[in-house]
């Protein structure tokens, strides 16, 4: 297959995107955009020289491939209709909306032979990828992944929005079953949680502490991985990757401090980076973005017929865990007690005000 004939299904805020990158990658046509919005597919069509469409089954027969970007709720229906049909789908995270359903739609994927990926998309991010070329053994993990609040993807809280990622990254990182899982989380506007902080135990010893929040005012999405090998320190946002080794000397004979002299004692703090400890940072920024790379590696696997980095086994297996995380929430007592308020819906009464609402902090104040 030389040209690939493509569609995007949902073009709300991140459709259009996937949209507008598939309509410009070399011998990739966009057949069309469909939405049940009429006027957001005519909108994301005209401004790419495409056709618009207000449901997804015209496109059925006309596409070689397509990319689901409707709200997870709609992802089940959408991706089984192409792939009943034998349509190469990339669909985006979380898989879907059940394990069950993320099953069904890896069967469907399997019986027509065609790749099946699932859009985690800091798998492609340049320093999550210098990361997985490295010799890793993670022992203890922190992931944090705060933003402020869109009002988008309300249909789901914050654990399957955004802790879902590092759940992903953290299964392809450890590559071990989790044993245990305790977790609390807060719904600050009602409905879903919005933020949650979670606690995993790896069957192989590794322990990972992963906080998702959509309430913050300034964005912060890392991961920092201790192992045999060294520490690992990675910014998505700015997509540096920190790296920290002991140096050959350590490694032999380890740092005895008690040998060293007076004045090697009073070198100490200025030489623990570099001479014991080696450093080096890798800029990731300058390698493009990575959802033209998840997209790009999408349509190598419909060309190739290769497995995409991120299956649907992938999709399903963070799916699970984000279940459990979100089970784990439900059932955390607030006050310590099983029939005292439970989590994130039964957040007991506030005992007082913080600061008097009269007294209003600035807005930046935060
Ligand atoms: P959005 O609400 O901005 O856009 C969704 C669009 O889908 C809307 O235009 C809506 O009209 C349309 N739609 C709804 N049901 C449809 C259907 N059955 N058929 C066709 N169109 C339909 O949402 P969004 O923020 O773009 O999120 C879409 C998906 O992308 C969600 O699954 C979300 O979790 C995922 N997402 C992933 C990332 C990431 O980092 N990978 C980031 C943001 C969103």
Aim: hydrophobic content about 45%; glycine content about 10%.
């Amino acid at each position: 297959m030389t040209r690939v004939r493509t569609a995007v299904i949902g073009v709300g805020h991140l459709g259009q995107h996937h949209a507008r990158i598939l309509a410009g990658l070399p011998d990739v046509e966009l057949v069309g955009v469909a939405d049940s919005n009429p006027d957001q597919a005519r909108a994301v069509a005209a401004k790419l020289g495409t056709a618009a469409f207000p449901h997804h089954a015209p496109l059925l027969g006309r596409v070689d491939a397509v990319s689901v970007v409707t709200p997870t709720v709609h992802h089940h229906e959408v991706a089984a209709a192409f792939l009943k049909a034998g349509v190469p789908v990339l669909v985006e995270k979380p898989v879907c909306r059940t394990v069950a359903e993320a099953d069904e739609l890896i069967g469907l994927a399997a019986a027509a032979g065609v790749p099946f990926q699932v859009g985690h998309i800091e798998r492609f991010n340049p320093a999550f990828e210098e990361l997985s070329r490295r010799p890793i053994r993670p022992k203890f993990v922190e992931a944090e992944r705060h933003g402020p609040f869109t009002g988008r993807s309300v249909d789901i809280g914050a654990v399957l929005d955004l802790m879902i990622h590092d759940l992903d990254l953290l299964l392809s990182l450890v590559r071990s079953p989790v044993r245990a899982v305790s977790a609390v989380g807060a719904a600050v506007f009602g409905g879903h949680e919005d933020m949650v902080n979670a606690r995993l135990e790896f069957e192989n010893g590794c322990v990972a502490h992963v906080t998702a929040s959509r309430i913050t005012r300034h964005p912060k999405r890392r991961l920092r991985v201790w192992a045999p090998e060294g520490y690992a320190g990675i910014d998505f946002v700015t997509r540096k990757l920190n790296l920290v080794q002991q140096s050959e000397e350590v490694r032999r004979h380890g740092l005895r401090v008690d040998q060293l002299d007076a004045a090697a004692k009073a070198r100490l703090k200025d030489e623990v980076f570099g001479r014991y400890l080696q450093t080096l940072t890798l800029d990731g920024d300058r390698k493009g973005d990575q959802l033209t790379a998840e997209l790009k590696h999408f349509v190598d696997c419909v060309r190739t017929g290769n497995r995409p980095r991120v299956t649907g086994e992938d999709g399903r297996d963070a799916l699970a865990l984000a279940e459990r995380v979100l089970a784990a929430v439900r059932s955390h007592p607030w006050d310590g007690v099983a029939d005292g308020p439970l989590g994130p819906g039964g957040l007991p009464q506030p005992a007082g005000y913080l600061f008097a609402p009269a007294q209003l902090a600035r807005p930046d104040a935060a």
